[in-house]
């Protein structure tokens, strides 16, 4: 089965540039998760999703992050203008609904903003 | 609030002997606890979940964890550990009434020497 798919893989580019990152969930899977990982933060929940409905973005640090699932199969999470402090491996996750479900993650966009 | 602490950040054991990673958690309510474990350049991987059906939950890999309310831990042990088992892992607990939110420990780096 194919599990929670994330792209790119690595993104290196400039301070002020626009950022998008990709996720395609889990099939049939009605949560999904973005989150940031950084040495000094470690990981850090930013939005979620419901079909397809933002629940909960408090943990979005500013308004240059944005994020957006048009439909069940697809998010973006979006940075702009992007800063150096932005860079961290930035996971997706999903999960089905009900109580108690795990979690299934991505293997990460590692972004670098030089 | 629901909350988890992980005692140790590092953890250094020879191939072949038990492995204990301590958890305590804070929880009003009844928690829903999970622990994951990070291998480099990788996502979360799940190890093992708590929902109140058993005390002693078993794992992939080998690995258990006992939860004890008395204690309010939840710690992850394994009878002896293999080279492969070198990782991150994170002891993690929903948010009761929080949809599928997870709180995330600060986690435990796993080091296995020959």
């Known amino acids: 089965d194919a599990g929670v798919i994330q792209s790119p893989r690595h993104e290196v580019t400039e301070m002020g540039q626009e950022v998008t990152l990709r996720c395609k969930p889990i099939s049939g899977h009605d949560y999904l998760f973005w989150y940031r990982q950084t040495m000094m933060r470690g990981l850090e929940l930013l939005i979620y999703?419901?079909?397809?409905?933002?629940?909960?973005d408090s943990g979005m640090p500013e308004d240059r992050f944005s994020a957006k699932m048009p439909n069940a199969s697809f998010s973006t999470l979006k940075i702009q203008p992007s800063e150096p402090r932005d860079s961290a491996v930035y996971f997706c996750a999903s999960s089905p609904q009900g109580g108690n479900q795990p979690q299934h993650f991505g293997d990460g966009t590692r972004l670098s903003i030089l | 609030a629901q909350s988890v602490t992980q005692l140790d950040s590092h953890v250094s054991v020879s191939e072949g002997t038990p492995v204990l990673l301590r958890c305590n958690y804070s929880s009003s309510y009844s928690p829903s606890l999970f622990w994951y474990v990070q291998h480099p350049n990788k996502g979360l991987q799940l190890l093992l979940k708590?929902?109140?059906?058993?005390?002693l939950v078993k794992g992939i890999n080998g690995f258990e964890a006992e939860f004890k309310k008395s204690e309010t831990s939840f710690h992850l042990t394994k009878p002896s550990a293999h080279m492969s088992d070198a990782a991150e892992y994170f002891c993690?607990?929903?948010?009761?009434?929080?949809?599928?939110?997870?709180?995330f420990g600060t986690g435990t780096q796993l080091k296995v020497e020959l």
């Open positions: 708590y929902t109140s059906a058993a005390t």
């Open positions: 999703f419901n079909n397809n409905v933002p629940i909960d």
């Open positions: 993690v607990v929903r948010l009761t009434g929080g949809g599928n939110k997870l709180t």
